[in-house]
Nanobody, 115 residues
Framework: QVQLAESGGGLVQPGGSLRLSCAAS????????MGWYRQTPGKQRELVAI???????NYKDSVKGRFTISRDYAKHTVYLQMNSLKPEDTAVYYC?????????WGQGTQVTVSS
């Protein structure tokens, strides 16, 4: 079992920045992929950014150049640095971790970009 605890969401003006954090606990040695998804009402959850154990990353096209995913293996934490935020980035952001036999999700944190 893996538990994920997110933090760092909130309200920010367009053009501003936020950093999301997600701390993993439990059977963390089995995790080989971590990332962030987001979801807005009435829409499917979508991939924002993902990072593999070797450091390879993948981003949603619309956040490339603005968002950066990173991972601190010693702290078992994954981060999402979000810069130049736009109103369309408003969503609930979910932390994600993958082990060979299961997928795990955090409880979600709200990010609202509005003036």
């Amino acid at each position: 079992q893996v538990q994920l605890a997110e933090s760092g969401g909130g309200l920010v003006q367009p053009g501003g920045s936020l950093r999301l954090s997600c701390a993993a606990s439990g059977t963390i040695s089995s995790i080989y992929l971590m990332g962030w998804y987001r979801q807005t009402p009435g829409k499917q959850r979508e991939l924002v950014a993902i990072i593999a154990n070797g450091g390879r990353t993948n981003y949603k096209d619309s956040v490339k150049g603005r968002f950066t995913i990173s991972r601190d293996y010693a702290k078992h934490t994954v981060y999402l640095q979000m810069n130049s935020l736009k109103p369309e980035d408003t969503a609930v952001y979910y932390c994600y971790a993958k082990v060979p036999e299961a997928d795990y999700w955090g409880q979600g944190t709200q990010v609202t970009v509005s003036s």
